[in-house]
C-alpha cells in the first residue's frame, strides 16, 4: 500500500523522495511538519497530491503579515434571522493544513495555530470546539526571501515533528517535468486509501518492534544536544544555547518506527534512528552567533553527536 501511495504521489510530483517519506511518517504518526525550501520545489503540489490520494480534506491558507486569528479559526456571526450569534467556521477544520509561508504571520495568527497543533481544538468565544480526526498541519517556509517575514518561537518549533529541507531537483529530474508540461502529461491523482486502510496503516507502523537498547540509543542522542562534555562532545557545546526538548525524544521514537515500516519493516534499527534523528532534531537545536559566524548549522552538529554516540 505505501509503494501504491508513492506512486499516486509521483504522477504530479517528479522526486523528492526525502519529502514524500518525511509526508508519509508524519501522517502515520499523526504529527506536524515544517518543510523548509526555496519556491517552486512543488512543496505545496505534493501536500495537496497527498491530501488526495489519502482522501483527507485539505485546505490552503497563504499566511500574509495582516493575517488575523479569526482568519483561521473562524468567528461569531450574528444570526439575523434569530438574533442570535453562531460560529463559523474557519479553514482549520480539516484534516490536512498547509500553512503557506507561515513565517510571515505574526505572534497572535501563530499562537491560535499553537493551541490548534497541541491541543487540537480551537477557542472562539466561550466555546472549545475539536478539530477533524486526523489534523496535521504541514507547513512552508520560505528561506531566501526573508523580508516581512518573523522568526518561529521556539515553542511553535518544538509542535512540529518534522522539519524537512526541500532542494532542487536534478538535472534529469527537471528534465522530465519540462517535458511533462510541454506534452500535458501530468495524470490525475486515484484517492487509494479509505479511512479503515488509514486506521491499518497507522496500526502497523505503531506495531513496529524497537528494542529497549535503540530506546537507549535514542536518548543518549537527545542528551548529547543537552550535555555534550558527557559525550565527549565538548567541540560542538561552543555552539549550542540548549539542545532538544523531551517532545523530541519521543517524536524520535515514533518517527524510527515510521521510517522502518514505510521501508517494510516490522523492526526499527539503528538506521532508522539516525535518518529521524535529523528530521526530528534539526529544527529543535537553538544555535548561538558563534554557529552562525563559523557555518555551523544544526545538521553538523547532528553528525557530530551521530559519529560519537555508540550505536547498539
Not at 517519506?21 to 505534493?46: F, Q
Not at 507502523?205 to 537527545?222: C, G, K, P, Q, R
Amino acid at each position: 500500500m505505501i509503494d501504491l501511495i508513492k506512486k499516486e504521489i509521483h504522477k504530479v510530483v517528479i522526486g523528492h523522495e526525502e519529502l514524500i517519506d518525511s509526508m508519509l511518517i508524519a501522517i502515520l504518526s499523526e504529527g506536524h511538519i515544517l518543510l523548509e525550501g526555496p519556491p517552486g520545489v512543488a512543496k505545496t503540489t505534493a501536500v495537496n497530491a497527498l491530501a488526495k490520494v489519502m482522501g483527507f480534506e485539505f485546505k490552503r491558507i497563504q499566511f500574509t503579515p495582516d493575517l488575523l486569528p479569526l482568519d483561521i479559526t473562524g468567528n461569531e456571526v450574528l444570526d439575523l434571522s434569530n438574533n442570535s450569534y453562531k460560529i463559523k467556521h474557519g479553514p482549520i477544520f480539516t484534516n490536512l493544513l498547509l500553512a503557506d509561508e507561515i513565517n510571515r504571520a505574526g505572534a497572535k495568527v501563530q499562537s491560535a495555530l499553537l493551541e490548534a497543533m497541541a491541543e487540537k481544538q480551537v477557542t472562539i468565544g466561550e466555546e472549545s470546539l475539536k478539530l477533524n480526526d486526523p489534523f496535521i498541519v504541514l507547513a512552508t517556509a520560505n528561506p531566501i526571501d526573508q523580508d516581512g517575514t518573523y522568526n518561529l518561537p521556539e515553542a511553535s518549533l518544538d509542535r512540529f515533528m518534522l522539519k524537512v529541507k526541500v532542494g532542487y531537483n536534478t538535472h534529469k529530474e527537471e528534465f522530465e517535468i519540462v517535458k511533462r508540461v510541454a506534452n500535458k502529461k501530468f495524470e490525475n491523482i486515484d484517492a487509494v486509501v479509505t479511512p479503515d486502510i488509514f486506521n491499518n496503516l497507522k496500526k502497523s507502523s505503531e506495531n513496529v518492534h524497537i528494542d529497549d537498547a535503540l530506546i537507549e540509543y535514542m536518548l543518549d542522542i537527545i542528551y548529547a544536544t543537552r550535555e555534550p562534555k558527557k559525550y565527549n562532545l565538548e567541540d560542538i557545546e561552543e555552539y549550542l544555547d540548549y539542545g532538544a526538548s523531551p517532545r523530541a525524544s519521543i517524536d524520535i521514537y515514533k518517527a524510527s518506527k515510521a521510517i522502518a515500516f514505510i521501508n517494510g519493516k516490522d523492526y526499527a534499527t539503528p538506521f532508522d534512528v539516525s535518518k529521524s534523528a535529523f528530521l526530528t532534531l534539526r529544527h529543535r537545536l537553538k544555535l548561538n552567533y558563534k554557529a552562525k559566524a563559523d557555518g555551523i548549522d544544526a545538521d553538523t552538529i547532528i553528525e557530530k553527536i551521530l559519529e560519537e554516540v555508540v550505536a547498539p
